[in-house]
């Protein structure tokens, strides 16, 4: 008799606290025939909704739409995190496979006309129905979701929009690979101690870690990680391996070859304004900026604007202050790329005594976190406790049970620290369960992505602790959600108020009460020193404009080419980058954050035409922020209380703009930010 096939675990009970994923019995091959089965029951209930033979009602529509899912939502989070946090050849092959399928899916969900109809006869006589404020939220935001995904198009129009869906879902799949790829091959390899010129030891340890983890023997490698290369590009003396290293860097995606992005952006581009044109938009930012805060790209063009053209003057006086050290050190070299940073770092310690290699030894990863937890528990009562015993998709990420002030559970968290080959560059935040209470209680379960070179032991950079203190702010977002229906919960809300809790939270991470009960130096046990603190703060501004106009820099290119009246006219579009930026008078020297070729926010992510949702969102977290000096305390009773409930707990279940008048009194204000990044009048 012929043996069964071994039952597929993503289809079996998951049994594990908190609903977790059988990790250790999960195989790439396990994934399409599971979503084959949830696609099939997903489709079965949207039917059994859309033809109920009882007339629509909330109950009866959107709260049974809104918990029809949980199953694929399942296999689908999943899915995705390990495609991006652990993945490999065979699951990379499921991804290309499987990308067009789940497009076309959620077109024909999107697109299910008798469905369509029941939503859209209960938003006609939405005014009527008596509905609590956060049932009016969830039918508006879901009539705005099926709209804005084609439901109103007529059928050839529909099937088009179908089309264009999947190709997009197809390419956008390929384009994050293709980064991936060129991001786990690539790796300057350091053999000889004259290669090693003024690199500190926190480096060369990251370095030894990572030529041990490519199983490339006893060497030191740079890899394009953020947090490998970034310290090299500061420290390294060997200025020709600097430029090697950058080029590298700035490169991703844009090479010869299977793995060449430059041919996939035009065709992203050109199907998005396609998809925008269905609509009767001109462009793709005018159709993604309706459901944005800012509303026109306009409102977008006046926020860049002003702040980038402050940035640029401001620049001025920091490359001055570059140029001045060059000097000093006898280098008559024209500061280029990958020179900055290494001179930036030479007037840090000249000006402000800081040199990072004195500074890292007090920012140890463990005590970071538990510097991250201490700020949550202070501010909203939330303690982390390890979980040890539950099995995971990686031995580097790490389990905490949260609970609040009373004891109740309220999510497990989960946070994945160190780069590897098999995770994709970055920092990000995202959900393996979304809280919820229809249809059953369900708790958050968070994952922190971060891309930490792995030392012994690990030591972050200030700017290092930022980034894990951001991703926290994420993460207690989709922790501290309390809404009823799963579709507003945590972070999705609009893509300009995402970033506020998260870049809201990075304020603490700098707070000297924070760094004394915490930044405690690795070997010694003493606490940083207040004069080593006051030089942290003092040098904040120093390098800001240099960041700012980076950023700034790749938000313009962003909303020009989504703006673009054009598309198909376009045959190369990092020329069209470059012209760009010519005319916009970027310095060469500084750069910008994302060349279009690996601007995966753009191509791979969810933030097309939105890239500039970091500084609207600064406008917002500066003015927040003002709340608690306002109050004279970073941990004001009062301020944290209406922060977590008007911001933290809300998710999507009040207006972004509404939200924010609830904390903060009225509407944000722009001089908090401009106060914060030193570009006052």
Wanted: charged residues 25%; glycine residues 6%.
């Amino acid at each position: 008799m012929p043996s069964q096939p071994a039952p597929n675990p993503l289809l079996a009970p998951w049994t594990a606290p908190y609903g977790l994923a059988p990790f250790a019995e999960i195989r790439p091959s396990h994934f399409e025939p599971a979503f084959a089965q949830a696609l099939q029951e997903h489709r079965a209930a949207v039917d059994a909704i859309a033809h109920n033979p009882q007339a629509p009602d909330f109950g009866n529509t959107l709260a049974a739409l809104d918990c029809c899912d949980r199953r694929l939502a399942g296999i689908s989070m999943v899915f995705h995190n390990l495609c991006t946090s652990e993945t490999s050849p065979e699951l990379q092959d499921v991804q290309r496979r499987m990308a067009p399928v789940l497009a076309a899916h959620w077109s024909a969900i999107a697109m299910h006309q008798p469905l369509f109809a029941r939503v859209d006869a209960l938003h006609e006589r939405r005014a009527r129905l008596g509905l609590d404020p956060e049932q009016m939220r969830l039918l508006e935001r879901t009539h705005l979701n099926f709209v804005r995904a084609g439901a109103l198009l007529g059928p050839a129009a529909q099937e088009r929009y179908a089309q264009i869906a999947q190709e997009l879902a197809a390419l956008q799949t390929s384009f994050g690979q293709n980064v991936l790829h060129d991001e786990s091959t690539w790796a300057l390899v350091l053999r000889e101690e004259a290669e090693l010129a003024g690199l500190p030891e926190f480096v060369r340890s990251a370095a030894r870690t990572a030529a041990q983890q490519r199983g490339l023997g006893d060497v030191l490698a740079i890899t394009l990680s953020r947090s490998s290369i970034v310290p090299f590009l500061t420290f390294s003396e060997r200025r020709d391996l600097r430029e090697q290293a950058w080029r590298a860097w700035v490169g991703r995606g844009a090479h010869e070859g299977k793995h060449d992005n430059r041919p996939l952006i035009g065709r992203i581009l050109q199907l998005r304004q396609e998809q925008a044109r269905l609509h009767g938009y001109a462009t793709y930012a005018d159709y993604a900026l309706v459901d944005r805060m800012a509303r026109t790209p306009e409102a977008v063009d006046q926020l860049l604007d002003n702040v980038f053209e402050r940035a640029k003057a401001a620049l001025q006086h920091e490359r001055a202050s570059l140029e001045a050290a060059q000097r000093a050190a006898g280098s008559t070299e024209t500061v280029e790329a990958w020179d900055w940073r290494y001179w930036a770092e030479k007037v840090r310690q000249r000006d402000f005594a800081l040199d990072d290699a004195q500074v890292k030894p007090y920012f140890p990863l463990p005590a970071m976190v538990e510097a991250a937890f201490d700020c949550a528990q202070r501010l909203f009562g939330l303690r982390f406790t390890p979980r040890t015993d539950l099995t995971l998709y990686h031995p580097d990420a790490r389990a905490y049970e949260v609970h609040d002030a009373q004891g109740r559970a309220v999510g497990l968290f989960i946070q994945d620290n160190f780069a590897r080959t098999s995770k994709r560059s970055g920092a990000w935040m995202s959900s393996l369960a979304v809280q919820a209470r229809n249809g059953g209680e369900v708790l958050p379960v968070i994952l922190n992505n971060n891309n930490f070179a792995e030392g012994s032991p690990t030591l972050l950079s200030f700017d290092d602790v930022r980034t894990l203190f951001h991703e926290f702010g994420h993460g207690l977002h989709g922790l501290l959600s309390n809404v009823t229906y799963g579709d507003l919960a945590g972070t999705q809300v609009l893509r300009d108020f995402v970033e506020l809790p998260s870049q809201l939270f990075e304020h603490w991470m700098a707070e000297p009460q924070v760094l004394r009960r915490h930044a405690k130096h690795v070997e010694t046990g003493e606490p940083i020193p207040d004069a080593l603190i006051e030089r942290l703060r003092a040098a904040a501004m120093f390098g800001e404009a240099y960041e700012t106009v980076r950023y700034c820099g790749s938000a313009i290119v962003d909303m020009a080419v989504h703006r673009h009246p054009d598309s198909a006219a376009v045959s190369d579009w990092p020329a069209f980058e470059d012209q760009l930026l010519r005319e916009r008078g970027l310095p060469e020297a500084a750069g910008i954050n994302h060349r279009l070729a690996h601007f995966q926010h753009l191509f791979g992510g969810g933030y097309a035409a939105g890239y500039y949702v970091y500084l609207w969102a600064e406008v917002l977290d500066a003015d927040a922020w003002d709340a608690f000096m306002e109050a004279g305390s970073p941990f004001d009773v009062a301020v944290a209380e209406r922060l977590k409930r008007c911001i933290y707990s809300t998710g999507n279940s009040v207006e972004p703009g509404a939200a924010f008048r609830a904390f903060r009194g009225r509407d944000p204000v722009i001089e908090p930010l401009l106060r914060q990044k030193g570009l006052g009048s």
